[in-house]
Every structure is written in structure tokens, then in C-alpha cells.
């Protein structure tokens, strides 16, 4: 009896079977019909994004550099909502090609040592984030009712704290984000129209240039606007709502764009708004009753109103996202799991607790505290947007969704750019 010649082979595993067969898919080309409401059913993670990003220390940077110079560092948003846009559509094709989560993808094809690393690099901007968001929650609330902005802090924390109790917490951070965000950007067009700023100029500082003593503020409007650790948390989203492959090109359109411009627009907007009514006095908003002045000159108290409205809304939503995202990928770096809930509820605690502690310990200058608090952040953001660019390059994880050469050519400047940004950090404070 004649014996077949046969070949050996190791049994792949289910995630390499996996990886192989999505890495031989390209994206779909077969459009979906969707009704309103399928395309409205897929906004949300590129907005959570945006919630996490438009925070207080987004908010007072922004009044700071209008009223301290003018329109000349609209530019700084334009270029870093740009390049946010790119960090963010490499993490939606993230979430929706690997099997798994992002920081255990990272375990798996670049060592566990690098997954682990990401997860605390992520946990530590949250710690840092956590400052500005008790911050300027306390600072809102007590402007809308007045009171101590300490004991509003509490009461605001231990809200958060609530809502992160529930069971689905995702599904409920991800509807109350969007929400917030659109009365936010409401609040912030309507402050635009009344405090018509000068359009033209606001056009002339789309032109790059660097005033003389902007060098950290430039570095805090980077860190917050430029977010990649919150661009990294998008492909948590996209797994929680279990998006394909199919549904990529309209997530580009209804999520991932409008999500991420959306920040862009209403900082971009603030910067102007402080511009129109400081820039005339040269007032610094270094206190929260100058920042609350931007608004109260042409509006009144009204004025005043729409502006601690916006800041309490940026701080409660950004300290949702911030201590869910945090939470989440610290207890996937450790392995305890990545999905929004338990046992990643600890870490989120830890987060809230961090940021009122600091709160509570350093009130001399609060809006200072935000802007150091936001420019340290991007000492560690260089490490996960090369995280993210190697891995939208493998082939054997993305297959058709990996990089073209001009994702990498936008992924190159935003890397340099952040890199820029940790390196002017860094000889500034030793300077």
C-alpha cells in the first residue's frame, strides 16, 4: 500500500486564523442601504473622542491664547484637528480588523512588554487630564450657582462616580456624550455670534507663527487638541459597538470626521471669541472670573451663563470619557479585561479620586494647574502614536485596512509634531 506524501503543520490558532483571513480582506466595497436612523446609530465613539478632548484645560488654553495673543495660534488647532482626524480613522480600522482588543493586539505582535507600557502611558494622561476636569467642573458649577467651587467639585465627582456605576456603562457615556456635544457647540456659535469676532484676522491666523512666550501654551493646545491617547481609545469604541469592515467608509463620514471636528471648531471658536473681547484690553485670563469675562461684556450675565454652562459641560463630559478610557485600557495593559465596567470601575475610581485630591491640595491657581497639567501629556503621547502607526502597518493584523502612504505621510508629521511638542516641554521647564 502505497502512503500519500504528506506535509506537517502546527494547528494555527483561532486569533492567527483570524488575523490571516481578515488580513486577505480588503475593505468592503458593497455600500450599505441605511436608513437616518442607521447612519445616526453609528455615531458615537469618534464622539466620546471629542468629549474627551474638549475639556476644561481645552477650553481655558484656548481663552488664554486669545486673549494673550490675539488669532495668531488659531493655526495650532487647524493643524492639530487635522492630524487628530488621521490618529483617529487609524484606530476605527484598528478596532475593526484585530480580533482583539488594541493594547492586546499590541501584546500579541509587539511584546507584552510594549501592551503594558501603552496601558500606563494612557493611564497616566488620564491622572493628568483628571486635574483639569475637577478642576473646571468645580469652577462652573459654582458659577451657574454660586458657592464654593470646592464643595462643587465633590458633588460633581461623586456624580460621575454614579453614572460609571451602572452595568452598560459604554452604551450610557457614549449617549450622553453625544448629547453634550451638541448643546456645547450650540453654547459656543451662539457666544460667536454675539461677540462677532474679526473674521478676517481669524483667517490670517490660519498662517503658522510663534509669538514670543506662546511656547507652552502651544504645547498645552497640542495636548489637548492633538489627543492620541484619546484618538487610541477610539478602537475600544468601535469593539463595543462591534463595527465591520462594512461599515468603515460611513463611520468615516458620520463619525470620525464630524467627531473630531467638531472640538476643533468650538476651540477654534473660543480662541476668537476671547480674541474680539480681551485681546482689545490685553487682559490675561489667569482666574476664572476673567475667563468668564470673555462672555459677560457683550452678553451680560447672560453672557456669563452661556460660558460656566460650557465649561461645566466640557468638564463632565470630558471626566466621563477620561476616567472610562483610562480605566478600561489600564485594566486591559493588565489583563483583567477591555470592556467599560467592571473590574476597570477600580482604576476609574482611582482616576476621580486623583484629580480631586489634586484639586483639593493646589486651589491658588487653578487655571495654571490645568495648563501644566495638559502640556505634561504629551510627554507620553509620542510613545502611542508610534504604537498606533505600526500597527495600522501590519499587514498580517490589517490586511486591506492597513496604511496607504498617505495615512503614514500624516502619521510622520503628527509624530514629528508631537515629538516637537515633548522636546519644547522638556527644555522649557528645565530652562
Not at 200 to 205: C, F, I, K, Q, T
Request: positive net charge; contains cysteine.
Amino acid at each position: 500500500m502505497r502512503e500519500q506524501n504528506k506535509t506537517i503543520t502546527h494547528p494555527a490558532t483561532r486569533e492567527e486564523q483570524m488575523a490571516t483571513q481578515q488580513g486577505n480582506q480588503a475593505p468592503s466595497t458593497t455600500k450599505k442601504h441605511r436608513t437616518f436612523l442607521g447612519y445616526l446609530a453609528l455615531m458615537g465613539p469618534a464622539f466620546v473622542v471629542g468629549a474627551w478632548q474638549f475639556g476644561p484645560g481645552n477650553l481655558t488654553t484656548a481663552v488664554q491664547a486669545g486673549s494673550r495673543f490675539d488669532y495668531t495660534l488659531v493655526w495650532v488647532i487647524a493643524v492639530s484637528t487635522i492630524l487628530m482626524i488621521f490618529f483617529t480613522d487609524m484606530s476605527v480600522r484598528l478596532g475593526i480588523a484585530t480580533p482583539t482588543s488594541l493594547i492586546t493586539s499590541i501584546k500579541d505582535h509587539l511584546g507584552k512588554w510594549a501592551g503594558v507600557l501603552a496601558g500606563f502611558g494612557v493611564f497616566g494622561i488620564t491622572l493628568m487630564f483628571s486635574v483639569g476636569n475637577a478642576v473646571g467642573s468645580g469652577l462652573g458649577l459654582s458659577l451657574i450657582f454660586g458657592g464654593s467651587p470646592v464643595i462643587w467639585t465633590v458633588v460633581c465627582t461623586a456624580a460621575v462616580g454614579f453614572v460609571l456605576a451602572f452595568r452598560n456603562v459604554y452604551g450610557i457615556v457614549e449617549k450622553a456624550l453625544l448629547v453634550i456635544v451638541v448643546l456645547m457647540a450650540l453654547a459656543f456659535i451662539a457666544s460667536t455670534v454675539v461677540a462677532q469676532p474679526d473674521w478676517y484676522r481669524s483667517l490670517e491666523g490660519m498662517v503658522p507663527q510663534l509669538p514670543p512666550g506662546s511656547e507652552i501654551l502651544i504645547v498645552a493646545l497640542v495636548g489637548t487638541n492633538f489627543s492620541i491617547n484619546a484618538a487610541f481609545y477610539t478602537s475600544y469604541g468601535i469593539k463595543e459597538n462591534k463595527r465591520t469592515r462594512a461599515d468603515y467608509r460611513d463611520i468615516t463620514l458620520v463619525d470620525t470626521v464630524p467627531g473630531i471636528v467638531a472640538p476643533g471648531i468650538m476651540t477654534a471658536l473660543v480662541i476668537m471669541v476671547a480674541a474680539a473681547v480681551l485681546g482689545k484690553t490685553g487682559a490675561e485670563a489667569g482666574t476664572i472670573n476673567a475667563l468668564a469675562s470673555v462672555f459677560t461684556p457683550l452678553a451680560g450675565p447672560v453672557g456669563a451663563i452661556v460660558f460656566a454652562l460650557g465649561l461645566s459641560g466640557a468638564a463632565f463630559s470630558s471626566m466621563i470619557a477620561n476616567a472610562t478610557a483610562g480605566g478600561t485600557m489600564l485594566s486591559d495593559a493588565l489583563g483583567r479585561g477591555a470592556k467599560a465596567g467592571s473590574p476597570p470601575r477600580i482604576f476609574t475610581g482611582v482616576i476621580l479620586v486623583f484629580g480631586l485630591i489634586i484639586t483639593l491640595s493646589f486651589q491658588a491657581s487653578p487655571v495654571g494647574l490645568i495648563v501644566i497639567a495638559q502640556s505634561l501629556t504629551v510627554l507620553i503621547a509620542p510613545l502611542l502614536g508610534f504604537l498606533i502607526v505600526i500597527m495600522a502597518n501590519k499587514t498580517s493584523v490589517m490586511g486591506g485596512l492597513r496604511n496607504k502612504w498617505w495615512h503614514n505621510l500624516f502619521a510622520a508629521i503628527g509624530l514629528i509634531a508631537i515629538i516637537a511638542s515633548s522636546i519644547r516641554l522638556i527644555t522649557t521647564l528645565i530652562g
